[in-house]
């Protein structure tokens, strides 16, 4: 199994007598209607129920039959005061057949995937009744593809979309792209890098734009843009890109006309401007707000919306970068055109192993906030670690702002429940790439799995999440699911364990951001050190982010400061990243800092050894193929928690000046050896 057909493998189900019974409840296929999404959830039925019952299910008429599924929109059907919303489905039985409806064509594509995944996961279908409603409006993929065919950041190849070869020759890759992420309630894609190139303006690349969005339609996706600021200037011929500027404006306007009529269905365009070089509006003199008002004048009627990153930090800025997206665009909250959704990452720094949440969370009322989490393991070992991202987008969906008092979690900021917006969004920056697996790490195909089962219900848990992809993609043997499961569901805490224990961030090496640097003193700016962050000195260890400190802390609820404030009752898991603890300093697990420093980074690697003894143990039940890869890059990450592991204890020994505690055994290698072998993950050339 090479991994191509991800979770939608729709292998033969072996048990005869569960053969039987779906094939009973699955005699024809019948649509009312012939709309192409609706043609989309019945070729997949198609597909899916061939390959899983061993035998092709007809097309037919319903009249007078039982025994078969029907899908059909009902626009106007009761749904219990609109709960169904534009892209729910419900699925019932209905004369001894099961009904798949929605109110849009979408909302039976969704429900045709979902009952799929019923007969993936071997339940039952008598008496089936189900029905589920989006939470989030916007679930969107950010892919941070180049025209180049480059991906930043990207782990698994190159990009999928062939811009060269656009539009005239339409890989067929891109609609099993499509069906992937219909498949799990995914209705937008950002096609290109938010470090964006002014070329999908142009009227040539507008038609391999139009080309993909053709494929994309027909799933329920639609398809936007990440835009230069700089555009009318580098392509437009002007000699400025001032906002306020009538020509500017004029321009936007008429390459967003150009952009609809090539694209009548186009979702938008999501902007990173005024940060890490990209330029912006304050080239000018004017705010984010003005920016990003300009282009929502632009969308003018058309059906579309503006997305604006928070993820800016100043040039030489000697604050704390933590604070940063917080003072610039929490004054502009209100100020924001009504299509304009402002676009923040999980926390405050960037998509760490771990972050406290976002303080702009609960921090802008009047400000739809879309959260942005990353899917692509930049900070979480590339495709070689095997990192279940599940437990960390919870993490931050869970967090409770307080915003509106209790309960007021990150999940329903976002969702629009606690300002009552009308719209929301969620975007993850995929992890995709032209690799025949798509993920590289076979196991981040759970990852692009997760963020889109969450986008839908961020309810689900973790860990239903990770036995349901299982059962789709690996195996259905109920113990394996269960060992399976339960080695990613721990995943992502070990990691942290090996590389940032005790709120640690930061501190891997330079620009790569591959491996450990905690001793990375210089860099292009101060803030992209590690000295910056872990402020290790001979007294102790953390950034001291309270009131005697940056005072980050201050911009949270009153609630949360006091659940991080105070370095006796902080959890640990956030310790350092809002204190500096002395290294004698003895913790709420009876050691001191230093000791359970050193007993993180010893036991987070020993549990890699933990994760190759689980993943033998299912080896009967796992593809061949599958089984190897996975088996080859879980050796590979051991050797690498173990070099995270070396670096982290031997540099901050020199600070700490204590031994390494029993029962663990002191680094076999110096600090020298380490810090050349990072060096060479740094050598360009
Ligand atoms: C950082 C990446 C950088 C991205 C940036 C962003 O290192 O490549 O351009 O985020 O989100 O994590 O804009």
Redesign the pocket.
Known sequence: DDGYRLWLKYDLIQDAAQRKAYLNAAKFIAVSGNGPVLQSAARELQQGLKGLLGQAVPMASAQGKSGGIILSVEPTANDSGGALGKEGYRISTDKNNIKITGKTEAGVLYGAFALLRQLQTRQPLEKIALASTPKIEYRMLNH?DNPDGTV??GYAGSSIWKWYELPERVDPRYRDYARANASIGINGVVIN???ASARYLTAEYLQKVAAVANVMRPYGIRVYMSVLWAAPKTIGGLTTSDPLDPKVRQWWTDRTNDIYKAIPDFGGFLV?AN??G?PGPQDYGRNHADGANMLAEALGSHDGIVMW?A?VYKANSNGDRFKEAYEEFKPLDGKFAPKVLVQV?NGPI??QSREPFHPLFGAMPKTPLVL?V?ITQ??LGFATHLVYEAPLFKECLDSDTYSKGKGSTVAKVVDGTVDQHRISGIAG?ANIGSDRNWTGHPMGQANWYAFGRLAWDHELSSQAIAEEWTRMTITTEPKSVRTIADLMVKSRDIYVRYTTPLGLHHIMGE?V?YGPQPWLAKAGRPDWTAVYYHKADAQGLGFDRTATGSNALSLYAPEVQKQWGNPQTCALDYLLWFHHVGWKQPLSTGRTLWDELCYRYYTGTDSVTWMQKQWAQVKPNVDPELFANVEGRLQKQYKEAVWWRDACVLYFQTLAQQPIPKPFSPPTRSLDEVKSLVEIYQLRK
């Open positions: 941070w930043e950041r890098n938010v470090n990173k940060s890490e990209e990153r993820f990452k960037d998509f942005e990353q930049e900070y920056v620009s951001h």
